[in-house]
């Protein structure tokens, strides 16, 4: 039924096709884009089985994706930088190593758009058991020639049973590809059969798996010496120890934003190959393949990754959480992560080929057990799982904070829930190359930051009747769509259909965004089609170029904020007229004594790539002789909190006393996304960052960010001052008074 719909649309998009000119922009030659207008207007809703329900989906993710082939080659997208990756080899349990490939570049280039500058590493897993040799991940394609020789530096590819992937991205395809044509030409070139490889997925993953390379004609060769097994939560789906119940178990855990994400538990060892969860984009210092800094090296890290990856899907991670019941346990002895380097590694296969190890172990494998079926073991429900280390796709292993963030994931996950239960906005997006979705999430973080609850849905993968829940259940919503043959894409239009069928969605306070190439239709559709309803906006539509550049970002997350501003006024107005004069509440004692403690009056102003910020701090301070340095508090929901992550620079302007005036008015008045908040000022660049400093500033210091701790409803930076200068030796700082210290 599914084969045959798609067959129809293909059949509809050919006959009714239609060819876009050539057209240029900036230097870029775009091809030809075929586009089939009556495909495009029509509904694609075809009934699926969707995670283990029959409902009726907007699209579904692989039958119908955002751009056919009807619509010809994607256009060129403007040029980034290559990636540079390198990788190594650790002992993370006697029979279990890490491959990590690490990427130190200072913004992720292949992945949604990531605003942390430590790099990452994208990490698989090596097991060697009695008669099996599992890997678990393939890398994304930057990594893919590297991977694939590292994996050979330490077993025969031949020699490999089984491939686990927790979760495959588009681009981990090419990696997928590369592993699979080198085993099976290793295979080929072998004097003894070689077993299949079984390679365990879930259903999302194989519905990925299947049209990109199955149903390729140069490629669905790769799939001839392989089983696909779809694994069921609960599973056992490999051997990983000598006795016959050692086996690795599978767990789903899905979520909106990874609807193919499932976790593997080794219970020999102890360890949670965890994927995305308990992950960060960070590369550890070389040789260290645990935390072991703890939570002081990694935490900030770990909840970043949190808030932009998870958050918006709090509900699921809760529900993954439940299911995995994860219990820390003591490590067992004699585990302690050995590093190999690469040199080791490479010397170790030179030798193996010399000695003629690949046959031997070409041959130990074909000896090894017959390929097993999945077992369809009961969900493991709420028993739990010891762990002593967690083993996720990025970032370090945790070892040192496993307690902690255990703790802490728990806590921020009931924390959005929580908000959820006061207020919540849904952002609905769906995007072919990760533009509009990096926007989403940039989005999406500025209402998490405003305080309130946010559900990220991607409208390629969801049920329209998930659509119409989402938008039942919140108090405003946004909506994106890249444009692709001069309009929105039909699941954004049939998307777009339900909420305004929706009654209450129409008080709700609205915005919509979206990448486009040239013509950039699909934004004014949504904004036309809302304005007409009668729909009020938060915020003005956000336009983007293809890819976003970190001045976007920061106008989408200040664009979140203002949503989540404009939910909470509404529900605070609500309450006011419920329960008149609740507002008169007298200040507490202690809050009169705070307004006693005074700050040195300053403007804070960081920048990064093309982005800019500024905002008046009081709250600063001298923390450190030597190196020299200072702490500055800066409240959660501030635009300016997203540049002083760790490693952002920032410079600070001391005021002269007389001078605070016209400062405090020019920065003390609310601002609209994007408004540049230092127009009413004068600056100077600074001289090392090239931050604006303010002209009149008796003082200045410029300084990079080292560690934040968060501080209630603030987080406490600690900074390095790289430089500074008196500016006006006679005039002396402006002190901030105030009566009360529950406000500025
Ligand atoms: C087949 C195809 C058709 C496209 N048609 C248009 C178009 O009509 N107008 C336009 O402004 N951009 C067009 N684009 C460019 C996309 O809008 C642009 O690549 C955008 O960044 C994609 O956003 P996304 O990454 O969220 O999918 C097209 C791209 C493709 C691949």
């Known amino acids: 039924m599914r084969a045959a719909n798609r067959q129809q649309l293909r059949e509809d998009a050919r006959s009714t096709g239609k060819y876009a000119a050539h057209r240029h ?121 590297k991977f694939v020789s590292t994996v050979e530096s330490e077993v025969p590819l031949t020699s490999l049973t089984h491939l686990i992937i927790t979760q495959l991205d588009t681009k981990a395809v090419t990696s997928l590809e590369l592993l699979l044509a080198r085993r099976k030409a290793a295979a080929d070139a072998s004097a003894t059969a070689v077993e299949p490889l079984q390679v365990v997925l879930s259903n999302p993953a194989l519905r990925l798996v299947q049209p990109a390379i199955g149903e390729k004609a140069d490629k669905a060769h790769l799939l001839s010496s392989v089983q696909l097994v779809v694994a069921r939560s609960g599973g056992q789906v490999a051997p990983c120890g000598p006795a016959e119940g050692d086996q690795l178990q599978v767990i789903l855990t899905p979520t909106p934003r990874w609807p193919d994400l499932l976790v593997v538990h080794d219970p020999v060892n102890r360890l949670l190959f965890s994927s995305k969860l308990f992950a960060a984009h960070v590369a550890p210092p070389e040789g260290e393949a645990l935390d072991e800094n703890g939570w002081e090296g990694f935490g900030d890290d770990w909840r970043y990754y949190f808030e932009c990856m998870l958050a918006p899907s709090a509900r699921q991670a809760a529900a993954a959480l439940d299911k995995l019941d994860l219990v820390p346990a003591r ?67 945790v070892s040192s904070a496993l307690t902690q963030l255990l703790q802490e994931y728990r806590k921020w996950v009931d924390e959005q829930i929580k908000a959820a239960a006061t207020s919540c906005a849904a952002v609905f997006y769906a995007s072919a190359y990760g533009n509009t979705a990096a926007l989403a999430q940039a989005i999406s973080r500025g209402i998490t930051k405003g305080g309130v609850a946010v559900e990220t849905i991607n409208l390629e993968l969801a049920a329209l009747q998930e659509v119409s829940e989402a938008i039942t259940r919140s108090q405003g919503f946004v909506l994106g769509s890249p444009t692709l043959g001069g309009h929105m894409p039909t699941q954004v239009s049939v998307a777009m259909g339900a909420i305004l069928r929706e009654p209450s969605a129409k008080a709700m306070p609205c915005g919509v965004f979206g990448s486009f190439g040239w013509s950039g239709e699909a934004v004014d559709e949504m904004e036309g089609r809302l304005r007409d309803a009668g729909f009020g906006f938060a915020f003005d539509s956000i336009r983007v ?108 302007s001391m005021v002269a006393e007389g001078r605070e005036r016209p400062v405090m008015k020019a920065l003390s008045r609310p601002f609209s996304p994007g408004e540049d908040r230092l127009a009413d000022l004068e600056t100077v660049p600074s001289p090392h960052l090239g931050v604006p400093l303010l002209k009149t500033a008796n003082s200045f210091l410029e300084c990079s960010v080292v560690t934040r701790m968060e501080a209630g409803d603030h987080y406490l930076i600690y900074a390095h001052v790289l430089d500074g200068k008196v500016l006006n030796e006679n005039a002396p700082t402006a002190v901030h008074h105030r009566k009360v210290g529950n406000h500025y």
């Open 545 to 652: 170029k293809f890819k976003p550049t970190a001045k976007d970002l920061l106008l989408c997350e200040e664009s979140g904020r203002a949503l989540a501003q404009s939910i909470k006024k509404r529900i605070k107005s609500k309450e006011l007229s419920a329960a008149p004069g609740t507002r008169a509440l007298n200040a507490s004692g202690p809050q009169l004594a705070m307004g006693r403690v005074v700050g040195s009056l300053s403007v804070l102003t960081a920048k990064d790539e093309d982005a800019t910020s500024a905002m008046l701090a009081s709250w600063i301070s001298q923390a450190s002789f030597d190196p020299p340095g200072v702490t500055v508090s800066v409240k959660k929901d501030r635009a300016i909190e997203k540049l002083l992550v760790v490693g952002g620079k920032f410079a600070v």
């Open 25 to 145: 922009v900036r230097g870029h030659a775009f091809p030809a884009a075929p586009i089939q207008r009556s495909a495009l207007k029509k509904s694609r809703a075809v009934p699926i089985s969707h995670r283990g329900r029959k409902s009726t989906c907007l699209t579904q993710a692989t039958a119908a994706p955002l751009v056919t082939s009807q619509m010809g080659p994607a256009p060129v997208q403007p040029p980034t930088e290559p990636v540079v990756v390198d990788y190594s080899i650790y002992t993370v349990a006697p029979n279990v190593k890490m491959l990590r490939g690490t990427c130190r570049c200072e913004r992720l280039k292949y992945e949604v758009e990531y605003g942390m500058k430590r790099g990452t590493t994208d990490n698989s897993y090596l097991i060697t058991a009695p008669g099996a040799t599992v890997l678990i991940d393939v890398p994304y394609e930057a990594y893919g020639e």
């Open 331 to 397: 490590r067992r002895p004699g585990t302690a992560p050995k590093r190999l380097n690469k040199t080791s590694a490479a010397l170790r296969s030179f030798f193996r080929s010399l000695l003629g190890l690949e046959k031997k172990a070409a041959a130990a494998g074909e000896e090894g057990p017959a390929p097993a079926t999945m077992a369809a073991a009961a969900s493991p429900g709420s028993v739990p799982l010891p762990v002593c280390t967690l083993l996720p796709m990025h970032g370090p292993g």
